[in-house]
């Protein structure tokens, strides 16, 4: 019996290799990158899905010591923030130091010192940055600079600006209440509690 001649199957895998780099390079130039925090701050759980926006958001974050930090979305922001902040306090700034601030994700230092640390090194700053974070105490009548940040940011652009507030889950409250009266202070009133995602409870296995 005539055995017959077994042919090899050629898959032309071309078409499907442009597809692939077509949609990782499409991922890639739409991906929003989440900014590096200078602490790390684990979050509450809560079952919300509701979603933080994604541009032109200023976030407060609390560490679990109560320190506090900012982060502004968008160069042209903090660009614009750091103009008023400067004029404000009377800072000198070089080109340098500006660009240093844009490259920074986050603020986290006093105002006067503002113009040594932006001439640190990027791995110097954020060494720097986790002993210090932003004068929040007004005993013996300092002042509170996070309220001049938040003021400042509105100023900005009041109809675009979106707040949030970041704390750890072991922060303790005063702290984070301080943080939300310097908010209504500067009529910064709406803004949201940034959590992290918890499964939703199921209530017939409960039953």
Known sequence: MAKGKKHDIFIDMTAMSDVCVLLLTFFMLTATFKPKEPVEIIAPQSVSETKVPEH???TILIDIEGQVFMQVDGD?????LLNKVAAAYGLKLNEKQRKSFITQPSI?????DLPAFLNLS???????MKKLGIPTDTAGGARNELADWI???REINEDEIKFGIKADANTPYPKVDLVMKTMVAQKA???SLMTS???MPDIAASN
């Open 56 to 58: 032109n958001v200023v």
């Open 151 to 153: 003021r400042f940011a």
């Open 189 to 191: 009133n709406r803004y």
């Open 122 to 128: 990027m791995t110097e700053q954020d060494q720097a």
């Open 108 to 112: 986290g230092v006093a105002i006067k």
């Open 197 to 199: 995602l918890r499964a």
């Open 76 to 80: 042209n922001n903090k660009s614009a």
